[in-house]
């Protein structure tokens, strides 16, 4: 199926153990990102992407780690989870103007 | 320092009637603004957009209206529906960087249509 697909959909993990979100898309979209919502704040930008083997900062990166081999993948790594990372994270793909979103995971740290 | 404002967290209109929903940004640079709907448990969906080189642009009931001096942007959606309510977030972009560093968004404004 065309479009962005983000898995898992849910994920509950302990705080200290690392955690990948999985995003994929089959537009071959140049620009990839990644996005959290928390209550209050909207959606803020953690990393994004121009193309494959290029990511750089967002907002609010601190405690994630991206890679991008292959223009179609986009995982996001939490590399020792903590409670405040406790949100809604939504991949986003775009060709340069308007982004398309994946369907969000929601990932609990306990 | 929230460079795109919204300043409603909610906002409850009669079904049939006119729907406004406000926004403010700072950054003289943003150059290329977008609505997105949003319903619980899924993802953003891409509702309109709207080009600095433009002042509305109009897509069936959806209207956006840009005030560039007063560095703001309406969402006008005529006439509101039940299936309009959803939250709302307005977002921007400086496009001309490519648009390669993502969009800044709104904390959204929750449309709530009565029947």
């Known amino acids: 199926d065309a479009g962005i697909t983000q898995s898992p959909r849910y994920k509950i993990t302990e705080t200290g153990r690392q955690v990948t979100l999985m995003c994929h898309q089959t537009?071959?979209?140049?620009?990839m990102f990644w996005y959290r919502q928390d209550l209050g704040h909207g959606l803020r930008l953690i990393y994004y992407?121009?193309?494959?083997?290029?990511?750089d900062k967002g907002e609010v990166p601190d405690g994630y780690v991206v890679s991008r081999s292959k223009t179609e993948n986009f995982p996001l790594t939490l590399e020792s989870a903590t409670r405040s990372q406790t949100s809604v994270y939504f991949c986003a793909s775009s060709p340069g103007t308007e982004a398309f979103f994946g369907q969000g995971t929601r990932l609990t740290v306990v | 320092d929230q460079q795109v404002k919204q300043n409603s967290p909610s906002l409850s209109v009669q079904e049939g009637r006119i729907s406004i929903l406000n926004c403010d940004y700072t950054?003289?640079?943003?150059?290329?603004f977008l609505w997105y709907k949003k319903y619980p448990a899924e993802g953003p969906t891409f509702l309109i957009s709207?080009?600095?080189?433009?002042d509305k642009n109009e897509d069936g009931r959806f209207t956006v209206f840009l005030n560039k001096s007063a560095k703001h942007l309406s969402l006008h959606i005529v006439p509101s529906q039940p299936g309009d309510s959803a939250v709302y977030f307005c977002a921007a972009s400086d496009y001309s960087g490519g648009g390669a560093d993502g969009l800044t968004f709104g904390k959204g404004t929750h449309l709530i249509i009565q029947p």
């Open positions: 950054n003289s640079m943003f150059d290329y």
């Open positions: 992407s121009a193309a494959a083997d290029i990511t």
């Open positions: 537009w071959s979209h140049s620009y």
């Open positions: 709207i080009s600095s080189i433009k």
